[in-house]
């Protein structure tokens, strides 16, 4: 059974970093794409960034120039988070599309206070 494991989450001050890293376990046969999301609370999932098996990037407006995404090997997704804010405080999901289907992880949480 695939499934999506979270690490890295924690608590940081403003302006610091962070690096999310998400570990695909079993077949990842049919793999398209992989990506991050975060959650306030009472909110929708929203997109963070994302990343495609060709290397095609998105990135939401709100953490461009702050936040990389990379497949740092065929197995692990990786969110570098510089700069944090307080409103970069939310629950983060990484997320693998496959042809025909898609996972989640559990979340891991951020959060960002002096």
């Known amino acids: 059974q695939v499934q999506l494991v979270e690490s890295g989450g924690g608590s940081v001050r403003p302006g610091g970093s962070l690096r999310l890293s998400c570990t695909i376990s079993?077949?990842?046969?049919?793999?398209?794409?992989m990506g991050w999301y975060r959650q306030h609370p009472g909110n929708q999932r929203e997109l963070v960034a994302s990343?495609?098996?060709?290397?095609?990037t998105n990135f939401a407006d709100f953490v461009k120039g702050r936040f990389t995404i990379a497949r740092d090997n065929s197995r692990e997704l990786s969110l570098q988070m510089n700069s944090l804010k307080p409103e970069d405080t939310a629950v983060y999901y990484c997320?693998?599309?496959?042809?025909?289907?898609?996972?989640w992880g559990q979340g891991t949480q951020v959060t960002v206070s002096s």
């Open positions: 997320k693998a599309v496959f042809d025909t289907s898609e996972l």
């Open positions: 079993g077949s990842f046969f049919g793999l398209r794409a």
């Open positions: 990343l495609t098996n060709s290397g095609i």
